[in-house]
């Protein structure tokens, strides 16, 4: 018998509130996990290339990778070639890693591991050979589903409250019986059979009988308001503990930010240029510090564009009134800043024919591309990682024409951009007389000019930013856990309104004893590079000091805290299966600002369960009293069991239901948190 099921047997209201909990067996999480993963997978076995079940795969096989295959296994990468994998699955990065197969420090964290490919993990560019390191149970994403299955479920709030009330109530009402039975008996007239009767009478006056109806009944309007919202309720206690929440415990990217890199700075020789407009829709303008800028007259800023424009690769498709991006989010996010200072890609393309490319590769971190000028000779267009560009780079282009390259104030400049949690990537380009056949490595390693830097960022949703205030004025703690880098998170953390001073990292985690993580979260509200066993470690840290913690998350890697957390929040769009599984509550729109439409519901829930209470309890009070003042005078009973019980069921429950459709309070999200070991009355 569980721990649940112990607290509430014996209790009039524990066979309502059980039938209500449902929980994951281990079998339905394992097929989860498993799904994804892939099944098969090409290898090299005696020499040849074969096709083999990823199951069969074993500690040892050569495996071979291609761009839009899983990774079967952990892998040891042997060769690599331009290898970019997509690990939101298991670090939440909200862009592809870059491999490589040189050897990193044992201590490095998860997201940092780039010799090494993780089962379940999409390559997105590249090819790759690797070595079997580990299968199944053994993997990373093996482990996570390890630890999701000796997760131990808390019970919520509203479970614990009831048991205690339940049996505080059945406890009193069973001694008052008993004392009334006693003293009819031998003080009145009044037969033993009689007083029999009249203890029975008593006891179903004094028990509330409706109210696991109007508890199964409000917290199902709960519900279905907060479906309204985006919110789907899989637990249905945790429509109230939504309401006693004080932590809310948020993974970054796509929950707090869009998950759509945007172009936001750009960096030239004289001036610093700001690009407005968020996500992937080609519309915003730009300026320089207040004043308004015309990017097609703007000397620099259209060079600038224009040249990473013609090293994208990445397309902008609409549906309907949203834009989708297919390609790398970096490159992309060059694309729709071209496009908001109204360039277009083909006609480039046309008046500047392409010749030959180089690819993006991540041992030189550029893409340049060679094509012919429409006044003669041809220009080398590249697009690339600033510190490999800055070595590549002998001039740069000011206002008032060419100048040598000061590389001591780029790279300044390029640590000032990259301390506000910017990715950089910088555009140069180097014109020649005469068009060679082909383009090589040789022709693009020296006498580059660069045309400045842009600073890209996934930028905060802005309904993110009015639901932390709003949490923050409700009294309820945001906190940020996600797998990015520390600047990264920390600039993010600042434009949403989460304080961001001190930021801790999965290193540091990885160091820190229980007592010294359990006195870090009181005050840290932002970790960054965190790995499976971190985020678990926190949320138990967080509960520790008695709060009632929400965690959001949609890799699998967010599972195991999501299990534990009072209230798990699974993400319907992008999360994964098994996340969904672990979850409480799934958001079909993955917003942050719907977790707070739902603390809000499940507040109402609550005042409303409680108005239910306080209304039936004085009725059942009532009649309780008629029958201890009729047998004190030695009267007959003024009214039997069956009409007791016909007056509770019928009239008291209909009259408490409209109580559960109250609106909210004005001030319901002005209010703190209700302490979790409060008493219902």
Request: aromatic share 4%.
């Amino acid at each position: 018998m569980s721990r649940v099921t112990r607290e509430l047997s014996g209790s009039w209201l524990g066979w309502t509130v059980l039938s209500h909990r449902s929980t994951l067996s281990r079998m339905t999480r394992t097929r989860a996990a498993r799904r994804a993963a892939a099944t098969t997978q090409k290898g090299i076995r005696e020499g040849a290339e074969v096709t083999v079940p990823a199951e069969e795969l074993v500690v040892g096989d050569v495996v071979l990778l291609r761009a839009g295959e899983k990774v079967p296994a952990d892998l040891r990468l042997l060769q690599a070639r331009d290898l970019q994998i997509e690990e939101a699955l298991l670090t939440g990065e909200s862009v592809p890693s870059h491999k490589h197969v040189d050897a990193v420090a044992p201590d490095a964290v998860l997201g940092d591991r780039s010799c090494l490919a993780f089962s379940g993990t999409l390559v997105t560019y590249g090819t790759a050979r690797g070595v079997v390191i580990a299968t199944g149970a053994h993997t990373e994403l093996g482990r996570i589903n390890e630890m999701l299955g000796n997760v131990q479920q808390i019970t919520t709030p509203l479970l614990r409250q009831m048991a205690r009330f339940g049996h505080v109530l059945s406890y009193f009402v069973l001694g008052i019986a008993t004392l009334t039975f006693f003293y009819g008996w031998l003080f009145t007239t009044h037969g033993p059979g009689e007083m029999f009767l009249a203890a029975v009478a008593l006891a179903i006056a004094a028990i509330p009988e409706g109210l696991p109806a109007i508890m199964t009944i409000t917290l199902t309007i709960g519900v279905r308001r907060m479906a309204q919202r985006h919110a789907i309720i899989r637990q249905l206690p945790a429509v109230d503990t939504l309401g006693s929440v004080t932590v809310i415990c948020s993974d970054k990217t796509g929950t707090l930010t869009r998950n759509e890199m945007t172009v936001t700075t750009l960096a030239l020789a004289d001036r610093d240029v700001t690009v407005r407009g968020v996500g992937y829709a080609p519309t915003g303008d730009f300026s320089e510090g207040d004043q308004p800028l015309d990017p097609g007259t703007a000397p620099g800023v259209s060079d600038l564009l224009a040249t990473a424009l013609l090293c994208t690769d990445s397309h902008l498709r609409q549906d309907v009134d949203q834009y989708r991006l297919e390609g790398a989010p970096t490159d992309g996010a060059m694309l729709v800043a071209a496009m908001k200072a109204g360039l277009a890609r083909d006609e480039l393309r046309q008046r500047f024919p392409e010749i030959d490319h180089i690819p993006f590769s991540s041992e030189h971190k550029y893409s340049a591309r060679l094509v012919h000028r429409p006044e003669g000779g041809a220009r080398i267009a590249v697009l690339g990682a600033p510190d490999q560009l800055l070595e590549r780079c002998a001039y740069a282009q000011h206002t008032d024409g060419i100048r040598p390259l000061d590389a001591a104030a780029w790279k300044q400049r390029l640590e000032a951009l990259a301390a506000q949690g910017l990715r950089m990537l910088g555009v140069a380009r180097k014109d020649l007389d005469a068009a060679p056949e082909r383009l090589t490595a040789e022709d693009v390693d020296t006498e580059l000019m660069l045309l400045g830097l842009a600073g890209i960022i996934d930028p905060p949703r802005d309904e993110a930013i009015a639901a932390a205030a709003e949490c923050h004025s409700a009294g309820i703690r945001v906190i940020m856990i996600t797998g990015d880098h520390k600047l990264t998170a920390q600039a993010i953390a600042g434009q949403i309104g989460i304080a961001n001073a001190t930021v801790r990292t999965g290193g540091e985690l990885d160091q820190a004893s229980d007592d010294q993580l359990r006195d870090w979260v009181k005050e840290t509200n932002v970790y960054a590079r965190v790995s499976p066993e971190h985020k678990l470690r926190l949320v138990t840290a967080l509960q520790s000091h008695g709060a009632v913690v929400a965690m959001t998350g949609d890799g699998v890697n967010d599972a195991p805290a999501i299990k534990r957390a009072d209230v798990g929040v699974g993400m319907g769009v992008t999360g994964t299966e098994v996340t969904k599984e672990a979850a409480d509550m799934v958001l079909t729109d993955d917003n942050f600002a719907s977790i707070t439409s739902a603390v809000r519901e499940g507040r109402t829930v609550y005042d409303n369960l409680r108005k239910s209470v306080l209304f039936i309890l004085p009725t059942n009070g009532g009649e309780a009293a008629t029958l201890l003042t009729a047998i004190a005078l030695g009267s007959s009973l003024p009214l039997t069991a069956p009409q007791i019980l016909w007056v509770n069921m019928v009239t008291a429950v209909t009259l408490a239901l409209a109580l559960a459709f109250e609106p909210p309070e004005g001030d319901i999200m002005r209010r703190p948190p209700r302490p979790p070991h409060a008493s219902i009355l």
